[in-house]
């Protein structure tokens, strides 16, 4: 429904490239509303957590180096088929199987460095949403926009 919500993350390498805005940018248009929103350095614990499912793949600690290698910017977006709209407009997890359009497809090349996360299921977006935010930083502001959004 309208008020599932997913986690997004601008990973080191896109905020080196000063990608924050573009993609916050492509959120908001589309019509999403941002419920939550920080600059982290995230610790390998939590990176650990949060990449649990992927603990035994070979790339498992290349990819904890990369994703502590600077600060992320955590966010929370909220709206109508959220989780999966949000992983079309990052393409594919390989840069190079992501169409044109797409953020991965157009601005990064590596799958070590492509540039944002994004939930693959509601039940990954809660259980991440409560890993990376305590409750008191969401904040479900009345957008006055919706009814333009919605019908
Ligand atoms: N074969 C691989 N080699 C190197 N890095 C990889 C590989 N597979 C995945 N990764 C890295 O691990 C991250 C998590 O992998 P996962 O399979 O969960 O992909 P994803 O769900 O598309 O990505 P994310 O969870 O970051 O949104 C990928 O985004 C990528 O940065």
């Known amino acids: 429904g309208v008020n599932e919500c997913t986690f997004i993350a601008v990973k080191p390498d896109g905020v080196q490239r000063k990608m924050v805005g573009e993609i916050v940018r492509r ?24 990449y649990w499912s992927l ?9 904890i180096t990369y994703m502590s290698s600077g600060p992320v910017v955590a966010m929370v977006w909220r709206g109508l088929d ?5 992983r079309k407009m990052l393409g594919e997890t390989n840069p190079a199987d992501s169409l044109p359009g797409t953020i991965r497809g157009n601005y990064c090349v590596e799958m070590g460095r492509n540039v ?4 693959d299921s509601v039940e990954s977006a809660q259980k ?15 957008d ?8």
């Open 116 to 119: 944002i996360h994004g939930s």
């Open 144 to 151: 006055c926009g919706s009814q333009w959004i919605y019908n």
């Open 128 to 142: 991440e949403i409560s890993l990376w935010f305590h409750q008191s930083e969401l904040n479900r502001w009345e």
């Open 55 to 63: 603990r035994s793949k070979p790339f498992f600690s290349k990819l």
């Open 82 to 86: 959220v989780v999966k709209t949000a």
């Open 27 to 50: 959120f908001e248009k589309k019509g999403f509303k941002l419920v939550g929103l920080k600059l982290v350095q995230a610790s390998e614990d939590l990176l650990r957590d949060h």
